[in-house]
């Protein structure tokens, strides 16, 4: 039997000044080759967890570490991230503190320029490596000019190329696009399968990293709470913890055709094998139409660059009170332009943007927002509130959690007087699905107080839990626009794992809705 | 022709600038500093660092201007500024990680790379060449003196003249030709 990769005894640790453990009493072990996907809610320990793997817990944070926990055979309490760097590869959230280097070709052999490896050995491992993660056509590019997907792939390809025993991963996706999202799993399960790799990957969306594991870490207030394949994980998430199950798993959860489905594939197999394929023809229902002043009206508008494309090409689009709108689009497409557009902090090279009132935009980091000392000093005491902060005046703003930051950074720019239109750009990049209901509601509120309300967002799934219009972008132009389950069911992309499953059926985009149709069809 | 004393150091600051512009933009930055690794590992990685975080920080900078904007009342430039310098300060706390979890702490010499010279270098290395060349010739024939004071004087004689017009060709011969990219040396 061979050695595990990963050893944990009775390990625990707490960060200074914590009054609680981070990590309490973990025990298990992770077998050489294995996938293993950790998950749980935001502050459950999955990131203390794998900072602990690669060493810098508590090498780099400081703090108390107790009990064992071994890698590669080190214990991490004697051996920090250097000692450990030749066994377990590791890669954090943001690509762009990943990559050190100017040339992507130098970023891949600096770690194995710095093991002291032979030049020839070090041009194999990088060639090889740069195949295998597809980056090859990178190895001559400058890293300031390379994608976040590419980035992240380069950082990747930089990590893997010594050949580790374990490669750790602390949400890698979290900044990237979904096309760019899903690549990089399954470049993980090829990496995996082919090298041998053991991987160990914390990941919000499950859905998208299920299929490719063969194990599911559930950790809650640092403490495994259910470790098992992935069949077995979505039963237990079902029961125990609704929010980590899929979507497809909600799904089967709420119509009762019994256990969970692992993959979107998996769940159409069963649902067409038992004869539940719903035949809707139902046309899905338009969204409400409002007459009201439109509160944002583009008319006609370009964004042009001197040296580069039209970034947005004669946009005609309102906006009107009340509505709530989720803007759509592969990245480059021209969302976040239109959102900057809408608050004027550009303006159209052709064409104009009317507004009937004041536009709140929340940018993509929440954490640009908070610029004083204390989270008092930020907002008014009513917006604080209503960010939940309350009670917490005194404490520094970079102390707060990402959807604190966001709650605060939200209230703050909704602070201004007469404003007609609220708009957020991608605010759900790293949030667990908790955190992504509560903003939801937030939203809904927004629009029943008659502001219009407008959020770029990759995630379908989100989108489709709120918004009762979608705006599709591509190429700067307006490609459909539509309510959500005409648009979003109609897509292969641009859908939810329900519509998939459903072939979008009905429009049915939620596992609520999908619930209710696969329903009907059990009554026929 | 004569030109003022703060025209003549301006002008010195531009040659220099130039100079060293044309030098980052025809040799590629990261084969530099392996070089220099060899020698001074530490400093050599800190100006790799700063070369390439440079522009991320001033991304993040416009990023926290742009936030300051979106806010109901413009907040004072200094709050903006030293909120840009924490959160430089918490990138960099998450590169020193990241350099931790590459093994930089125990970090050997890297090797020498022998590799076979490009037509890029070929022509970088005829242009130090010629220039070096050029210059001494300037000198030998007893040209491109000048006088700083009063004013800077600078001689207008033939051989003067093949001077200003070779150093500025010999300095942009890099360029020429297909294989010449901007900072990457390897066609």
């Given at each position: 039997m061979p050695e595990p990769v990963l050893r944990a005894e009775g390990f625990g640790y707490r960060y200074p000044s914590a009054r609680v453990d981070a990590l309490a009493d973990l025990t298990l072990s992770l077998e050489p080759g294995s996938f293993t996907v950790v998950v749980g809610e935001s502050g459950s320990g999955k990131s203390t967890l794998l900072r602990a793997a690669c060493g810098l817990v508590p090498h780099f944070h400081g703090g108390d570490a107790r009990g064992e926990l071994e890698v590669a055979g080190m214990n991490v309490r004697d051996h920090g991230p250097n000692d450990l760097a030749a066994s377990c590869a590791t890669l954090l959230q943001d690509p762009e503190t990943q990559v050190v280097m100017s040339g992507v070709g130098a970023e891949l052999a600096l770690p194995l320029e710095q093991r002291g490896l032979e030049a020839a050995a070090i041009a194999r491992a990088v060639e090889e490596a740069a195949l295998e993660l597809g980056v090859a056509h990178l190895l001559?590019?400058?890293?300031?000019?390379?994608?976040?997907?590419?980035?992240?792939r380069v950082a990747l390809a930089a990590a893997v190329a010594g050949k580790p025993e374990l490669l750790v991963l602390d949400e890698p996706t979290s900044q990237l696009d979904p096309v760019a999202g899903d690549d990089l799993v399954w470049l993980l399960r090829r990496l995996n399968e082919e090298w041998g790799t053991a991987v160990l990957l914390a990941e919000h969306r499950v859905e998208r990293c299920l299929a490719a594991a063969d194990r599911v870490l559930a950790m809650?207030?640092?403490r495994v709470a259910f470790d098992g394949g992935p069949a077995a994980?979505?039963?237990?998430?079902?029961?125990?913890?609704?929010?980590?199950?899929?979507?497809?798993?909600?799904?089967f959860s709420l119509a009762g055709v019994g256990p969970p489905p692992?993959?979107?594939?998996?769940?159409?197999?069963?649902?067409?094998g038992a004869g539940l394929a719903p035949a809707s023809t139902e046309a899905p229902a338009p969204a409400p139409s409002r007459s009201a002043r439109p509160a944002l009206r583009f008319e006609s508008a370009w964004h042009e660059i001197a040296d580069g494309p039209a970034i947005l090409r004669g946009i005609d689009l309102e906006l009107r009170p009340g509505e709530l709108v989720a803007l759509m689009g592969r990245n480059g497409a021209g969302k976040s332009t239109l959102l900057r557009h809408a608050k004027g902090l550009v303006g159209p090279t052709r064409?104009?943007?009317?507004?009937?009132?004041?536009?709140a935009l929340l940018l993509q980091n929440p954490g640009d927002f908070l610029i004083h000392e204390h989270v008092g000093d930020e907002a008014g005491a009513d917006a604080i509130a209503r960010a939940g902060l309350a009670g917490r005046e005194h404490e520094h703003p970079r102390d707060l959690s990402g959807g604190e930051r966001q709650r605060l950074a939200l209230e703050i720019v909704l602070e201004g007087n007469d404003v007609a239109v609220v708009c957020l750009d991608e605010p759900t990049r790293g949030m667990d699905r908790g955190w992504k209901e509560v903003l939801a509601g937030r939203l809904r509120d927004l629009a029943a107080r008659g502001l219009a309300v407008v959020v770029a967002t990759h995630d379908t799934e989100f989108a489709s839990s709120w918004a009762e219009r979608i705006v599709l972008m591509g190429q700067g132009n307006v490609i459909a626009d539509g309510s959500a389950a005409a648009v979003l069911a109609g897509g292969r992309h641009f859908s939810t794992d329900v519509a998939r499953i459903l072939d979008g059926a009905g429009g049915a985009l939620t596992p609520e809705a999908g619930a209710a149709l696969l329903a009907r069809e059990l009554v026929r | 022709m004569r030109i003022g004393p703060g025209?003549?150091?301006?002008l010195r600051l531009f040659v220099l600038a130039l100079a060293l512009a044309l030098f980052s933009a025809c040799v590629d930055p990261d084969d530099l500093l392996r070089l220099v690794r060899r020698v001074s590992y530490r400093s050599a990685l800190t100006a790799s660092l700063a070369t390439r975080l440079a522009p991320v920080l001033a991304r993040d900078a416009l990023r926290m201007g742009d936030a300051a904007r979106c806010r109901p009342q413009l907040p004072a430039r200094a709050a903006v500024a030293r909120a840009t310098l924490a959160g430089a300060l918490e990138r960099a706390v998450e590169v020193a990680a990241a350099?931790?979890?590459?093994?930089?702490?125990?970090?050997?010499?890297?090797?020498?790379?022998?590799s076979p010279w490009s037509r890029h270098d070929l022509r970088v290395a005829f242009a130090a060449a010629a220039i070096a060349l050029t210059a001494v010739a300037t000198r030998v024939a007893g040209a491109g003196g000048f006088d700083a004071y009063p004013a800077l004087e600078v001689a207008s004689a033939p051989a003067d003249l093949v001077a200003i017009v070779l150093l500025p060709l010999f300095a942009l011969a890099p360029f020429a030709g297909a294989g010449a990219r901007m900072g990457v040396a390897h066609a």
């Open positions: 001559e590019r400058r890293t300031d000019t390379l994608s976040g997907g590419e980035l992240q809650e207030a640092g994980f979505l039963d237990w998430a079902t029961e125990r913890s609704p929010v980590l199950a899929t979507p497809a798993a909600r799904l692992v993959s979107v594939k998996e769940a159409r197999d069963r649902i067409h064409g104009r943007v009317v507004r009937d009132g004041g536009v | 025209g003549a150091a301006g350099l931790e979890l590459r093994g930089y702490a125990s970090a050997q010499r890297p090797p020498r790379y022998a």
